[in-house]
């Protein structure tokens, strides 16, 4: 069974920092892709980075791009999102997210990449003040 478990949320100033880890158990990270995705209150889901180890692809939202970094440490299936410049708009509940490399599709948009995971970590939240 596929297990996530987020933390590393918290409260934070404009202009900080922040790493967001998932924990991660039932699969090996070589297989897998990882993904991490921020819902804000009353706003859609959205895709924030997506890591495939198997071939190092990564991709960000417009909006994150050059100021967050996603990473996995597959020795300790770990997964981090590495937040820095962090602002107001990036105030979310954060969740990880995983599926099998060869049942993911990852699409390019006009806002950054869109991406359907099967399994879900519930979530850590972000605050970031101004």
């Not at 922040?18 to 892709?33: E, P, T, V």
């Not at 993904?35 to 924030?48: D, L, M, N, S, T």
């Not at 708009?89 to 699409?107: G, H, K, M, N, R």
């Amino acid at each position: 069974e596929v297990q996530l478990v987020e933390s590393g949320g918290g409260l934070v100033q404009t202009g900080g920092s922040l790493r967001l880890s998932c924990a991660a158990s039932g699969f090996a990270f070589d297989d897998y892709a990882i993904g991490w995705f921020r819902q804000a209150p009353g706003k859609e889901r959205e895709e924030v980075a997506c890591f495939i180890s198997l071939d190092g692809s990564t991709y960000y939202t417009n909006s994150v791009k050059g100021r967050f970094t996603v990473s996995t440490d597959n020795a300790k299936n770990m997964a981090y999102l590495q937040m820095t410049n962090l602002k107001p708009e990036d105030t979310a509940v954060y969740y990880c997210a995983a599926s099998p490399v060869d049942e993911i599709i990852v699409v390019y948009t006009p806002d950054g990449f869109r991406a359907d995971f099967k399994s879900w970590g519930q979530g850590t939240q972000v605050t970031v003040s101004s």
